[in-house]
């Protein structure tokens, strides 16, 4: 499976990005994506989640700020970003994973939040 996001760039405070990520590959029918982000300097963490069945899954305190779709016709999977703050500045990566051992990451994009 490879995985590609774009949509990320350079938003001043309080702007919208739609960050994509398209699959390809062997995709299986039962599989869950995620979106995480990594800050400079720190560690990888957990945005948001979403199944092939569409159960959706945040980080509580981004609730309400970013909303995760994907289209399975497409094998593509989003994160809407709102009202985006300094603090989101981040490489975003998504990841696949299915009934397989891999856990499968794009290259990452990053967003960058300043004025």
């Known amino acids: 499976v490879q995985l590609v996001e774009s949509g990320g760039g350079l938003v001043q405070p309080g702007g919208s990005l739609r960050l994509s990520c398209a699959a390809s590959?062997?995709?299986?029918?039962?599989?869950?994506m995620e979106w995480y982000r990594q800050p400079p300097g720190r560690q990888r963490k957990l945005v948001a989640g979403i199944t092939s069945g569409g159960r959706t899954n945040y980080e509580d305190s981004l609730k309400g700020r970013f909303t995760i779709s994907r289209d399975n016709a497409k094998n593509t999977m989003y994160l809407q970003m709102n009202s985006l703050k300094p603090e989101d500045t981040a490489v975003y990566y998504c990841?696949?994973?299915?009934?397989?051992?891999?856990?499968?990451w794009g290259q990452g994009t990053q967003v960058t939040v300043s004025s």
């Open positions: 990841s696949y994973s299915d009934s397989g051992p891999a856990i499968y």
């Open positions: 590959g062997r995709i299986s029918s039962t599989y869950v």
